[in-house]
């Protein structure tokens, strides 16, 4: 089935021209066309279209994600917040006083791994060690990167230590591309960077909703 994808503003990949308007065509897991809505909507009139608020964009990476799902522990929310908060645990004594078990692991990886999908994240970079984590992340549909140096502590937010929005950008939309984006609520690329990558309100990978803002 195809969709069309269209919102006030499209980005197709870093130094592209933002096209007012623009649209991605998703037929199957892959981009079938890109262009001005009234134009890809004019070729496919059956096509069912998903109009969103905001800019779309390439789906993000996000860097050191190693750290991110295997040194840093997600609450189950709610059963442990009350106990634990709601904030991402760090730090080894932390994580010692947590006793923590392979499965245990897992299903942290599984909730980090929707954060990160709730950012617009698509790929993430890193050496998964835990087993139960490089399953957890393979499930998600987040695609496994190799590592790649960063400064600081690594982020759930893509753009954090970046210069410019663009440089977290994951692939271009094109057509035959595999159907990888995200969506933000915002009204360009400033604004993104600005703002961060929590006004994402939807992510696509493999031509599938994974993540939609309620």
């Given amino acids: 089935m195809l969709t069309l994808h269209t919102a006030e503003l499209l980005v197709t990949g ?44 390439p789906g993000l990476v996000v860097r050191g994600a190693d750290v991110l799902l295997e040194r840093t522990y997600y609450p189950d929310d709610p059963y442990e917040v009350t106990e634990l908060g709601a904030d991402p645990i760090r730090g080894a004594a932390a994580l010692e006083a947590l006793k923590m078990t392979e499965p245990r692991w897992g299903h942290s990886a599984r909730r980090g791994t929707q954060r990160l999908l709730a950012r617009g994240v698509v790929a993430v970079c890193g050496r998964f060690t835990i087993p139960a984590v490089r399953t957890a992340v393979s ?13 600081g502590l690594p982020d ?3 753009f954090a230590g970046r210069g410019a ?15 990888r984006f ?15 990558a929590t006004t994402c309100v939807a992510t696509v990978i493999g031509g599938r909703l994974l993540h939609r803002r309620r």
């Avoid at 499930?139 to 400064?151: F, H, K, Q, V």
């Avoid at 995200?182 to 961060?196: K, Q």
């Fill in 14 to 57: 870093p130094g592209s021209a933002p096209l007012p308007g623009g649209a991605v065509l998703v037929d199957g897991d892959r981009i079938a066309r890109v262009g001005p809505y009234e134009e890809v909507a004019a070729a496919h009139p059956h096509a069912r279209t998903r109009r969103w608020p905001g800019l779309i964009t």
């Fill in 139 to 151: 499930r998600s549909g987040l695609t496994i990167l190799p590592p790649a140096d960063y400064e």
């Fill in 156 to 158: 759930l937010d893509p």
């Fill in 165 to 179: 929005a663009a440089e977290a950008f994951h692939g271009i939309l094109e057509a035959g591309v595999p159907a």
């Fill in 182 to 196: 995200a969506v933000f609520a915002v009204a360009d690329e400033a604004e993104l960077s600005e703002r961060g």
